[in-house]
């Protein structure tokens, strides 16, 4: 538990060249260059493991998105983009995820001190799943095949030849959260360009380093003027003003189901298209014929890993009567020992919260939790006195109407409850959430297995794993945890307009 406290010790750590991009003010993409704000505003970026600052970067606003808007929309109707052949623009989308590879450390590196994760997973999770994504989907450009589709033509069969093209949606906003900067922004970015859109991206206020340097690894793999604009700014100002503007075709958004709720909102005056993948509370359920190690294990990762800073964080831990203690007795032991500490330290395997805000949020819980009754069998306060750091915390003694257990905390806090049998009341407790988006079910019995994870009101279900993802496996959210799927062959639709064109050939 030996927390580094001077964000100078925390630079040594990383390349001159890194410290010296940081040092410069970081301007904004606007069709193929880069800009200061508008207004001439900026902003501070903190590193949370020391609270120091870290970089100053331009604050977009409406006026900087109206000129990314307006870039897109020539890019995408004047530019080269719109002629690339389906061939050469998956092999541009490929070499962005090449030149991801080829700056893994410095990318990583990037996120660990914005995002305040350790490096060591950015290096192996974030930066690697990021460039993943764009191998992905690069593919993708050559295979957007439409379908000939034989009709009854009424009186007249035969008569008419019919079929779909998919077409790029056209100009898309995109929003993105600070938990995983680098891999939100290729989750969103790789389908957009791989299906032929132009984008807009607002990053995250917290984290906008690692979007900013990818901007400058897009221009170097020669994406045209215009066709990604990235944008930094606050969500009341730049992220309200590309919901809203009237030259976006789609928004893609990713963060808190009450801004997904905004975006709706905002879009609905045009009747935009609009996906979001939203929050989530989601169950991990703990048989008493599982695994006991692996699940032990498994539910210490599923919650903590990224600090419980992830959407699909298995937060309710459920576990049969029988085993209850030792499960949890297991996963808090694993707590205690996680070491906390600077993302740069080699040591560290878990890092600050992003900000102070996400600090208060969470301990803020810990707090409610705790006069309702709850107990924690581990941590369960802050850590250190210094950066945004919570001690990974197992709460026990939990009844289903706190609010510890219904709402989403987004940090390293389990809730754990025992059931007796794996029955009606089992699903309908693992249900009893107004999100869906992930759930987790640990048994050796597979059959068990299936027929609860068909009866589990979620995007993804994890069978005696957790947190396995895929470029090529859809990721998204039942109920209020969000309308469409990211990743895989799903997310296309999400950037695809299907035009049926039919003909009278009689
Ligand atoms: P947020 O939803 O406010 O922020 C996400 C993105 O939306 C950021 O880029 C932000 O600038 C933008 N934004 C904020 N207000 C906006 C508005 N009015 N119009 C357009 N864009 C706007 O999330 P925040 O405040 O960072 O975190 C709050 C909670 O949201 C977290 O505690 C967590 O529960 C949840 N969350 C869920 C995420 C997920 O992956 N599903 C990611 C981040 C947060
Ligand atoms: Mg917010």
Not at 237 to 264: M, W
Not at 306 to 320: E, I, T
Request: contains cysteine; aromatic residues 6%; hydrophobic residues 45%.
């Amino acid at each position: 538990m030996n927390v580094h406290l001077a964000s100078s010790s925390t630079l040594e750590k990383v390349p001159a060249a890194l410290r010296s991009w940081l040092a410069t003010p970081r301007p904004m993409l606007i069709n193929g260059k880069w800009v200061q704000a508008r207004s001439g505003k900026v902003f501070e970026v903190q590193d949370p493991a020391t609270e120091m600052h870290l970089a100053t970067v331009a604050e977009g606003d409406a006026a900087d998105i109206d000129d990314a808007v307006r870039a897109a929309r020539n890019a995408l109707e004047n530019g080269p983009w719109g002629r690339m052949s389906p061939s050469a623009r998956g092999r541009l989308v490929h070499r962005i995820g090449d030149l991801i590879l080829e700056h893994l450390d410095e990318l990583a590196q990037l996120e660990s001190l914005d995002n305040g994760k350790p490096f060591s997973v950015a290096r192996v999770a974030d930066v690697p799943l990021s460039a993943d994504m764009f191998h992905y989907m690069s593919g993708w450009s050559t295979k957007l095949e439409g379908k000939h589709i034989p009709i009854s033509g009424l009186a007249a069969p035969g008569q008419y030849l019919s079929f779909t093209r998919l077409e790029p949606v056209g100009v898309v906003g995109q929003i993105i959260p600070w938990n995983f900067p680098l891999l939100m922004a290729a989750w969103k970015l790789a389908p957009a360009l791989a299906t032929g859109c132009t984008v807009v991206l607002k990053v995250a206020e917290e984290t906008p380093l690692s979007a900013l340097r990818l901007g400058e690894l897009l221009m170097e793999a020669g994406l045209p003027d215009g066709v990604v604009n990235i944008v930094p700014g606050f969500g009341e100002t730049a992220g309200a003003a590309l919901a809203a503007h009237p030259g976006v075709d789609k928004i893609a958004f990713t963060g808190s189901t009450e801004v997904g709720r905004l975006i709706v909102q905002a879009a609905s005056r045009d009747l935009r298209k609009v996906s979001l993948e939203l929050g989530g509370k989601s169950p991990n359920i703990i048989l008493d014929d599982a695994d006991i190690d692996a699940a032990i294990a498994g539910a210490t990762a599923g919650i903590f890993f990224n600090h419980g800073q992830c959407c699909n964080a298995g937060s309710r831990l459920y576990v049969q009567e029988k085993i209850f203690d030792k499960v949890v007795s297991g996963i808090a032991a694993n707590a205690g020992n996680i070491k906390l500490g600077v993302g740069m330290d080699p040591a560290t395997e878990m890092g600050p919260l992003v900000s102070q805000v996400q600090y208060g949020r969470v301990t803020g819980y810990l707090k409610a939790g705790q006069e309702e009754g709850a107990r924690a069998l581990t941590g369960g306060t802050r850590h250190g006195e210094r950066g945004f750091f919570v001690k990974p915390t197992v709460l026990v003694d939990t009844k289903p109407d706190m609010k510890v257990v219904r709402e989403e905390i987004f940090g390293p806090v389990l809730v754990a409850t025992p059931f007796k049998d794996a029955d009606d009341g089992l699903i309908a407790a693992a249900n009893d959430s107004i999100y869906g988006l992930a759930a987790g079910v640990w048994t050796r019995d597979i059959a068990k297995a299936n027929q609860i994870a068909n009866r589990l009101k979620a995007g993804t279900v994890w069978v005696n794993c957790y947190h396995v993802f895929d470029s090529a496996l859809p990721f998204g959210g039942y109920k209020q945890s969000g309308w469409g799927r990211e990743m895989g062959q799903a997310v296309l639709s999400n950037y695809l307009e299907a035009k049926a064109i039919t003909s009278r050939i009689a």
